[in-house]
């Protein structure tokens, strides 16, 4: 066994990013003993671990952990020699799996040989981070280049290559390097991402700050405020978030003040500052650029929950903002926020809501107890079929003619076309008919044994 006195040293009662192994392995153990497994933030957890000794911890290790943990444990302790042919080899058999056209229309097998290689390179630090950086980016122009030629894609399965494995190797690659490289490759991979047409490996940017340790942020919070004002800088949303509890409110200030196209998240931190100077007028109006950002329709109901309080603050609140809010959001939980602020246009709110996103307003009437109006909801709007079934299936006993009718229809409709689909709904809509008319559901499944007999499937699920 490769562990010593140096890795559990390091282990032992300070687990860093060990937590979750380590909690995996104590859970497999009180498993097997047949104990109560304690929940992770549990007080008792950490004082079971440090309760243990050396070698029950190795043991415990050694019993139960999986083996990509244990080579990434292997992997930190590796000469300087073992690195370069480990990196080597793995390099070579990515190289001849992209090449091996067996595998171009099979994306499930391309992406376990990639994921096999590149597991073998989990915690190797900055060992031969420069090889692994150019083998990723060589990973993303050629998966690019396969699936632009067509390939990468099973027409019989309909499976497309998924990355995700990839993406997730890759951040946990960038985590541990140095600022410095961490920034490059960042920049880098960014580049090669934005070079092709497809939108592989942009989950490697997803909650980009997540990357930075707590080690880096006073030297990325002195990059940050040298190179705010540089039109060319990118990644400044990733770079901010992560140091934004390391700055004063004036850095904010220079910080989110200088670029032109800040994006939308930025302005609602931009407009935090603005109101904690006490500008309120400037923090809705940066909020207002919002719209303009290429960013907005993913934070918008955030700009617009900022903008409602802001506007309440400043008593510039009219109701045009509410009845845009409503018709961008179409959600109950704003009809709900705005009828506090105007309750005397309730009733014109839900019509908005009524128009724009009928199944919404239908869950707000049920949470309201507005049954009625709900069933009205029902029989009047052109809602899915299955939102209309679920409706009746509820509250079948409360409206039990319609729901009768209704299920009638409904399994009319699909006894037309034969498929255990069809059949499924069939027979589940028979059951819920049976709880307010069960005579008049076995008249149906008698018929239906009758008539349609050749449908032997559906004839084995009605028994």
């Known amino acids: 066994m490769f562990y010593d006195s140096s890795f559990f040293d390091s282990l032992c009662y300070?687990?860093?990013?060990?937590?979750?192994?380590?909690?995996?392995?104590y859970t497999l153990s009180k498993m097997e003993e047949n104990h109560p497994v304690t929940e992770m933030n549990d007080p008792s957890f950490s004082g079971y671990l440090e309760q243990l000794s050396k070698k029950e911890l190795i043991d415990l290790v050694e019993r139960f952990a999986p083996e990509e943990?244990?080579?990434?444990?292997?992997?930190?302790?590796?000469?300087?020699?073992?690195?370069?042919?480990?990196?080597?080899?793995?390099?070579?058999e990515i190289d001849q799996a992209l090449r091996d056209h067996s595998l171009y229309d099979e994306p499930t097998a391309m992406e376990e040989v990639l994921e096999e290689q590149l597991?073998?390179?989990?915690?190797?630090?900055e060992k031969e981070a420069e090889t692994v950086y150019e083998l990723i980016t060589t990973i993303i122009h050629k998966v690019n280049d396969l699936t632009e030629e067509g390939w990468l894609y099973d027409h019989y399965r309909d499976q497309h290559f998924d990355e995700y494995l990839i993406n997730e190797f890759t951040r946990s690659f960038l985590k541990p390097l140095p600022l410095d490289k961490k920034t490059?490759?960042?920049?880098?991979?960014?580049?090669?991402?934005?070079?092709?047409?497809?939108?592989?490996?942009?989950?490697?940017f997803t909650n980009l700050h997540e990357l930075f340790e707590e080690r880096d942020l006073p030297e990325l919070k002195e990059v940050l405020l040298l190179n705010t004002e540089n039109k060319e800088f990118t990644?400044?949303?990733?770079?901010?978030?992560?140091?934004?509890?390391?700055?004063?409110?004036?850095?904010?200030?220079?910080i989110l003040s200088q670029p032109d196209d800040l994006s939308a998240a930025l302005s609602i931190q931009l407009a935090k500052v603005y109101e904690e100077y006490g500008k309120i007028a400037f923090a809705i109006d940066a909020l207002e650029k919002c719209h303009k950002t290429d960013d907005f329709w993913s934070v918008k109901e955030a700009v617009f929950n900022e903008l409602l309080r802001l506007k309440h603050l400043n008593e510039s609140l009219d109701l045009s903002f509410a009845e845009d809010m409503l018709?961008?959001?179409?959600?109950?939980?704003?009809l709900r926020t705005l009828i506090e602020y105007?309750?005397?246009?309730?009733?014109?709110?839900?019509?908005?809501?009524r128009q724009e996103a009928t199944p919404e307003l239908l869950e707000y009437f049920e949470e309201e107890k507005r049954l009625d109006e709900a069933l009205e909801l029902v029989l009047n709007d052109d809602l899915y079929e299955n939102i209309q079934y679920q409706f009746f299936k509820k509250h079948a006993t409360l409206f039990p003619e319609e729901a009768r009718v209704y299920f009638i229809k409904r399994i009319d409709e699909n006894l037309v076309d034969a498929g255990n689909h069809y059949y499924e709904r069939i027979v589940d809509t028979l059951n819920t008919l049976k709880t307010i008319d069960a005579r008049k559901a076995d008249e149906i499944k008698a018929m239906i044994q009758g008539n349609y007999k050749r449908r032997t499937n559906l004839m084995a699920m009605l028994k």
């Not at 490059?184 to 490697?204: L, M, W």
């Not at 990644?235 to 904010?252: F, I, M």
């Not at 018709?327 to 704003?334: G, H, P």
């Open 14 to 25: 300070s687990f860093g990013d060990l937590y979750l192994p380590i909690f995996l392995i």
């Open 69 to 92: 943990f244990r080579t990434m444990i292997h992997n930190q302790f590796i000469s300087q020699d073992e690195s370069v042919g480990l990196v080597a080899n793995v390099v070579k």
């Open 119 to 125: 597991i073998k390179l989990k915690g190797l630090g």
């Open 184 to 204: 490059k490759y960042i920049d880098g991979f960014k580049s090669a991402i934005e070079d092709n047409p497809y939108t592989f490996f942009e989950g490697i």
């Open 235 to 254: 990644n400044l949303e990733a770079y901010y978030t992560a140091v934004a509890s390391k700055l004063s409110l004036d850095e904010k200030f220079f």
């Open 327 to 334: 018709n961008q959001l179409a959600k109950r939980k704003t």
């Open 342 to 353: 105007f309750p005397a246009n309730k009733s014109h709110f839900e019509g908005i809501l």
